[in-house]
């Protein structure tokens, strides 16, 4: 059974601060993907990245970083130069893909970051 | 595009009354589901479906019914609220059926409190 875990339930740091979000997985499969959404204040959820399992590059965008590490089954999030708006709760997600793999997205329990001004 | 639409954004129950929570896309997503979301516990999968016609059960499946007639239309049922039912609840659409490889849509929730 698929399972991720983000241990850090709450993170608060000052404007300007690097700050990373952990996220560990368990898996049988494979073949697999991971993800990250943004839960803002306003409640909607924006999705951020989709990285697979054969695809262990680092990826930035903007002030954005993400750490692909198999080895570690982790898939860690980091925020340069954090800003209030960041501010917001972060979900990292897994979908299986095999053959007979339920068709499910499976949620962290996510991690609430406050960036304080 | 709309994208996904859900309605209605707030609601109110009894204990024992019963409820459909309505979702749309126009997408043409053949994926849809329905996750809640209560504190502490991340999204929680419901249940879903891989097209018209075709439904199963996620994670948390029991009080709710779904059934889906159109590509477009993915209503939950609530069938008898339970005060154990206040939650979050969320509807998604994805473009891939077969890995579910492309991210999820989602709508912007309805609030549901049961008291």
């Known amino acids: 059974a698929q399972k991720v875990t983000q241990a850090q339930t709450e993170i608060s740091v000052v404007e300007k601060e690097d700050v990373t979000l952990d996220c560990v997985y368990e898996?049988?499969?494979?073949?697999?993907?991971l993800f990250w959404y943004k839960q803002p204040p306003s409640g909607e959820l924006v999705f951020l990245i989709r990285?697979?399992?054969?695809?262990?590059q680092n990826e930035i965008s903007g002030r954005y970083s993400w750490n692909f590490q198999k080895s570690t089954s982790s898939f860690n999030f980091t925020i340069t130069a954090s800003q209030v708006v960041d501010s917001a709760v972060y979900f990292c997600?897994?979908?299986?893909?095999?053959?007979?793999?339920?068709?499910?997205?499976?949620f962290g329990s996510g991690t609430q970051l406050t960036v304080l001004p | 595009n709309a994208g996904v639409t859900q309605t209605p954004k707030f609601q109110v129950l009894k204990t024992g009354q019963s409820m459909t929570l309505q979702c749309a896309q126009d997408?043409?997503?053949?994926?849809m589901s329905w996750y809640r979301q209560d504190p502490g516990m991340g999204l929680r999968l419901i249940h879903y479906?891989?097209?018209?016609?075709?439904?199963d059960q996620g994670e948390v499946p029991n009080g709710y019914n779904v059934s889906r007639s159109t590509t477009e239309d993915f209503p939950l049922r609530l069938l008898s609220a339970a005060p154990s039912q206040t939650s979050v609840y969320f509807c998604?659409?994805?473009?891939?059926?077969?890995?579910?490889?492309?991210?999820?849509?989602f709508g912007p929730g309805t609030r549901l409190t049961v008291t």
């Open positions: 997408m043409n997503h053949e994926y």
């Open positions: 990285r697979n399992s054969f695809d262990e």
């Open positions: 898996t049988r499969d494979t073949t697999y993907y």
């Open positions: 479906s891989v097209g018209a016609g075709i439904t």
């Open positions: 997600a897994l979908s299986e893909s095999s053959a007979g793999s339920a068709r499910q997205l499976t």
């Open positions: 998604a659409s994805s473009y891939d059926v077969a890995s579910l490889s492309y991210e999820q849509y």
